[in-house]
């Protein structure tokens, strides 16, 4: 059974840092391109940016504006969302995904996902 599990949010003050994890188990975590999304309350949920087996980078959206920085550690089946320099609007649950190829989908493809961690910035 595939798992996969966030962690690593919590509140913090704007222009803070965060660094977000997610793990996997149950698949071959370094042939599968893994993502990061987030859903504000009453909005849609955002895909973020997405890593390749390979660590080519998609970015799904540019709201971000450089701040955030993805990353993987197939050693651990774990990929990371490095948040620098966070502002109120950043506030979301924060979710991961595992793709079902070595490269990076579309984010509608996604449909292996965590429960979320949830970040919440204060001005």
């Known amino acids: 059974q595939v798992q996969v599990m966030e962690s690593g949010g919590g509140l913090v003050q704007a222009g803070e840092s965060l660094k977000l994890s997610c793990t996997t188990s149950?698949?071959?975590?370094?042939?599968?391109?893994m993502a990061w999304f987030r859903q504000a309350p009453g909005k849609e949920r955002e895909g973020l940016q997405c890593i390749s087996w390979n660590d080519g980078i998609d970015h799904y959206s540019h709201q971000d504006q450089g701040r955030f920085t993805i990353s993987r550690d197939n050693a651990k089946n774990t990929v990371y969302l490095q948040m620098d320099n966070l502002a109120p609007g950043d506030s979301a649950m924060y979710y991961c995904?595992?793709?079902?190829?070595?490269?990076?989908?579309?984010?509608?493809?996604?449909?292996?996902w965590g429960r979320g961690t949830q970040v919440t910035v204060s001005s």
């Open positions: 149950g698949l071959t975590f370094a042939h599968t391109a």
């Open positions: 995904a595992a793709g079902s190829s070595y490269f990076c989908p579309a984010p509608s493809a996604f449909n292996l």
